[in-house]
């Protein structure tokens, strides 16, 4: 890139420094942030002079957002699936799923996504033989808003090679599904569309703001993801976020955490210890309130487990513990132990300990001693308070989704959509971090409003403490002079607005490194 300068006034700028947290202007050079203070100041700098400007009229920037949990080649695919997330009964979905057949070929794949049956009228989860008396004569696979429940109907069955004994009533818990992806993913790719899917899919986040992504595989729940296509996007100059990917299988090559350059980086080991709530899989420590002739599952025995954590701490690999239940959490929690009792981590970085939702007091104290960054996801609270309360009961909402506790405990917590389980907009998560009500607006002084979070410190979530998670702390992140010029231009003065709208807010302007990878900057480079 070339090093022209951009001088952008007239905003509020919010730094993430929380010494100078306010500032008026930003000079851009290159990929770099030159000056950032008043608008004196900044006008003031011999680099101002002939610099191009962009005048606001009050919006705000901020550092680039940071989404520090994503499944980014599955949501590009759910694009492309039938969306039954606004759905309110079984009835519904399936007419949903007719419609969308009619304008397909002969042995195409209708791929329904999103779909949350504890919101539908029959409060039941879907089967095999609902989907077979649809008359739909296509192969027919349905992934439920948590992706840890699917269901297929009897052709999806058939083309998986399942063998037909082993159909049961279609609902594909865990990993079991994996056949039937394997499946759809061969009709899938006849298409060659997927490249194509992928940019699009990451100029959905940057249109929120978002400058970074920190992908996650997860083969065998259908969820893979793999760096090559993003290397051809940025080869192309297509590529408009920054990537780092977690992968659950250890690579097979001998290297560490961080391998990669400012663009495209490999993140570390993935390690799913349970499900989900929605799905009452997560492992919880106690019967569900709702069905209690379940605590949810385990999906490592101990003894395996300690072993592999202890291999991905000695080759210097950052992993990434996905932990629900409180059952769960107690395993996450003995196996961080056990890798740190064999020494550091040769990749400098601290292990990390994603969802948290159902965390005890004791286990936060456990936690602190560890110094591990927690991976939480404030939008889950909007979609789930009705379900959460169904399955936990009472006697423990008071120790889930405690994001003011995480703060507050001096940890690195970070912010995240897991999309496709939510959408790409990082703003519908600082809406419930702040006001931690449902989509309804209730309650009105939010669900355990005493942890609420102050838009500071969920702006905290998605900027400094995403680049703190990954080593990238001193470089991006801020808005302060040698950072990456990472930055969003907002529609509107956040500061200004009226909490409830946070969820309705985008980026006028993006930049990655300097370049625009959202908005319109004529004369400005760009992807």
Not at 417 to 433: F, I, L, M, T
Request: hydrophobic share 40%; charged share 25%; with cysteine.
């Amino acid at each position: 890139m070339d090093e022209k300068c951009l001088l952008i006034r007239g905003g509020t700028v919010w730094t993430a420094d929380r010494r100078n947290p306010r500032a008026e202007a930003v000079l851009v050079r290159g990929e770099r942030i030159l000056a950032v203070g008043s608008s004196a100041e900044v006008q003031n700098h011999e680099c101002a002079r002939g610099a191009q400007t962009l005048d606001l009229a009050g919006e705000t920037v901020i550092p680039g957002m940071t989404d520090a949990h994503l499944h980014l080649l599955y949501y590009s695919k759910q694009r492309a699936g039938v969306s039954l997330f606004e759905t309110k009964s079984l009835a519904e979905a399936l007419q949903a799923l007719r419609d969308a057949a009619a304008g397909t070929r002969p042995g195409d794949w209708i791929h329904g996504v999103r779909y949350n049956d504890a919101y539908w009228a029959e409060n039941r989860a879907p089967t095999r033989h609902d989907l077979d008396a649809a008359g739909i004569d296509r192969p027919i696979l349905l992934t439920r808003v948590c992706t840890h429940v699917q269901v297929a109907n009897s052709a999806a069955l058939a083309a998986s090679g399942i063998p037909e004994d082993q159909w049961g009533d279609g609902i594909l818990l865990e990993t079991e599904v994996a056949p039937v992806l394997k499946a759809m993913e061969a009709w899938r790719s006849e298409t060659g569309r997927t490249l194509g899917m992928i940019e699009e899919a990451c100029r959905d986040f940057a249109g929120f703001g978002v400058t970074e992504i920190q992908t996650c595989s997860a083969s065998g729940y259908g969820l893979a993801d793999d760096l090559a296509p993003f290397q051809r996007l940025r080869l192309e100059r297509r590529l408009p976020v920054r990537v780092v990917l977690y992968e659950d299988r250890m690579p097979q090559w001998n290297v560490m955490s961080g391998l990669g350059d400012d663009w495209i980086r490999y993140g570390g080991f993935k390690l799913f210890l349970d499900g989900s709530l929605g799905g009452r899989t997560a492992a919880l420590g106690a019967p569900y309130a709702d069905d209690p002739s379940t605590c949810g599952l385990l999906n490592h025995e101990e003894g395996a487990l300690m072993a592999t954590v202890k291999e991905a701490h000695k080759r210097g690999l950052q992993m990434l513990i996905h932990a629900i239940g409180d059952r769960a959490l107690d395993q996450a929690i003995r196996a961080v132990e056990a890798a740190y009792a064999e020494g550091p981590c040769p990749c400098g970085l601290p292990h990390r300990i994603n969802h948290v939702m159902i965390c005890r007091p004791d286990q936060l104290e456990a936690l602190k001693k560890l110094g591990v960054v927690l991976d939480v996801q404030p939008a889950f609270v909007p979609s789930e308070i009705s379900m959460a309360t169904a399955r936990l009961g009472e006697e423990r909402i008071p120790w889930s989704y405690p994001w003011k506790s995480f703060v507050d405990s001096g940890l690195v917590v970070t912010g995240s959509s897991d999309c496709p389980v939510e959408p790409p907009s990082p703003w519908r998560g600082v809406w419930g971090a702040v006001c931690r009500v449902g989509d309804d607006g209730k309650p009105e002084e939010g669900w355990q409003p005493h942890q609420k979070l102050t838009l500071d410190e969920a702006l905290e979530l998605w900027t400094v403490n995403g680049a703190v998670a990954v080593g990238e702390g001193g470089r991006r992140g801020r808005i302060a002079p040698g950072y990456l010029a990472d930055l969003a231009i907002l529609d509107r003065d956040i500061f200004k607005a009226d909490p409830m709208d946070l969820r309705e807010v985008k980026a006028r302007l993006t930049l990655a490194g300097g370049y625009v990878t959202h908005g319109e900057l004529p004369g400005w480079p760009a992807f």
